[in-house]
């Protein structure tokens, strides 16, 4: 518009309403499956809506990583210092409930691969908590200390500093857009002012409520937090360079590059980090609006990122993105959702648990039948072990229990404490699989250690300060 007729419309044209960004405080358990919103002639159908709970996952997944590798088992590669198969794999199963989607490596079929495993060896590089040894992690300092340090702090470190890091540009995680190597590296834009641009979102969502993912897109175009992926979209192609350029008229736009950036950032270390809660389904099919695009019929998915549909701001999401200057865990809502037996089955009762219920109990418990769950002294130690703390579990068994917790289950919790309390760790050194060393000097204080979690050590080898638990 030209500025002289800007400024005679300006005197009688009331300014437009300041950008306003929509929210819901409850989700359907199941949603209309988009294909049949984009196609005509596809039956409708629903689909479940997962919802995963991140902030209490990303202060265990924080520790329970840290544990990994100070125990040397993460490798990455030389070059990209990436996780490898084996090492997301590893990372996966150390995860409270695991990844966002089940399955194997992207490579296999319609696999989506790894998410919060993937995230996770990068994450902690970026924050300085780990570096390269070798051909695996090893602890920095800091590393160390956040082994026994607050988690939320922590957490919020490492948002700050992947906001800057180079490591990674999260658009090379949505595989299918090709030419992001060579003269089309050198066309993309720094990856510090789109994450910025999403950062400054998320300070703009209402604390804990939901936003369709989509709401949220038209939410940063109309309040000014555009950014751009690349400023040569000519370089970027699917399938093939030539047919398949993205520079094309209609090919490169928002939906195509901005929105699939900003979900993997969102799904993939936002959430993983615990800033936000996600809703998410499968990826196939989920965003439909690629497949007018050359190339594209033998895709199911554009990124394994096109499943989120809504995100809610965490009160951990709110401390990190400077909403609060404190952090305040967000308290665990009472519901009867089973009962604690003196034998120490969980037997579920009245409504469907939920599906962060069903990992908790699955992390602490065995399976007996469909509806009960028997808790198990080794699950909970290996829990313990994996970072979570004695008290989260006990807060979390009496939030859900229908009565006082039986005295067998305070037992087992209190043995669980004092076991976890009396750590060997710092007294020996893993040989091999089977077997450990203990210096001559910390063997007596290796043997009470082990003592107080129950063991005992048979006599010591001649010449040497090696042997096996009992």
């Known amino acids: 518009m030209p500025d002289d007729l800007s400024e005679r419309l300006r005197a009688f044209v009331p300014p437009p309403s300041r950008a306003s960004l929509a929210a819901t405080d409850e989700l359907p358990s199941t949603v209309k499956h988009p294909l049949a919103s984009y196609y005509s002639d596809t039956p409708t159908e629903t689909v479940p809506l997962v919802v995963r709970e991140t902030e209490r996952a990303a202060r265990h997944d924080l520790q329970a990583v840290l544990r990994l590798i100070e125990s040397g088992k993460v490798a990455v590669s030389d070059r990209t210092r990436r996780p490898g198969r084996s090492a997301t794999r590893l990372v996966a199963a150390a995860l409270e409930g695991g990844d966002f989607y089940a399955g194997g490596p992207a490579d296999e079929g319609d696999a989506v691969g790894p998410v919060k495993a993937f995230a996770w060896p990068l994450v902690v590089q970026a924050a300085g908590l780990a570096r390269p040894a070798g051909s695996r992690l090893a602890l920095t300092k800091a590393g160390s200390k956040a082994l026994d340090a607050s ?232 829990a313990v072990e994996g970072g979570e703390s004695v008290a989260a579990v006990r807060e979390f068994l009496s939030f859900r229990s229908d009565a006082p917790l039986p005295a067998a289950v305070v037992q087992m919790l209190e043995d669980v404490a004092e076991r976890n309390g009396s750590s060997t760790r710092a007294l020996c050194l893993a040989v091999g699989d089977r077997q450990l060393a203990v210096p001559a000097a910390s063997e007596r204080a290796f043997r009470r250690a082990l003592r107080k979690l129950g063991y005992g050590l048979g006599a010591r080898a001649s010449g040497g300060s090696v042997g096996k638990a009992a």
């Open 151 to 382: 988690p939320a702090t922590t957490l919020r470190t490492a948002w700050t500093r992947w906001l800057d890091t180079p490591l990674l540009d999260e658009l090379s995680r949505v595989d299918a857009i090709k030419g992001q190597n060579g003269k089309g590296k050198r066309g993309l834009t720094a990856v510090a002012g789109r994450r910025l641009a999403l950062a400054d979102t998320l300070a703009e969502c209402p604390l804990g409520s939901w936003v369709e993912t989509d709401e949220l897109f038209r939410y940063m175009r109309a309040a000014g937090h555009e950014f751009e992926v690349t400023r040569d979209a000519w370089r970027l192609y699917i399938c093939e360079p030539e047919y398949g350029s993205l520079g094309y008229d209609g090919c490169g736009g928002w939906n195509i590059l901005q929105a699939r950036y900003a979900l993997c950032l969102l799904f993939e270390y936002a959430a993983t980090l615990g800033l936000i809660d996600v809703a998410y389904v499968e990826p196939a099919g989920a965003r439909p609006d690629f497949h007018e695009l050359w190339g594209t019929d033998g895709l199911e998915f554009l990124s394994r990122y096109d499943g989120l549909l809504h995100i809610r701001l965490t009160s951990l999401g709110a401390f990190c993105v400077g909403l609060t200057d404190a952090y305040e865990p967000a308290p665990l809502e009472a519901r009867a959702a089973f009962t604690l037996l003196p034998n120490l089955d969980v037997a579920a009762t009245g409504d469907e648990l939920t599906f962060a219920e069903r990992l908790a109990l699955d992390r602490y418990a065995e399976k007996t039948s469909d509806r009960v769950w028997r808790l198990r002294r080794d699950r909970l130690l290996a």
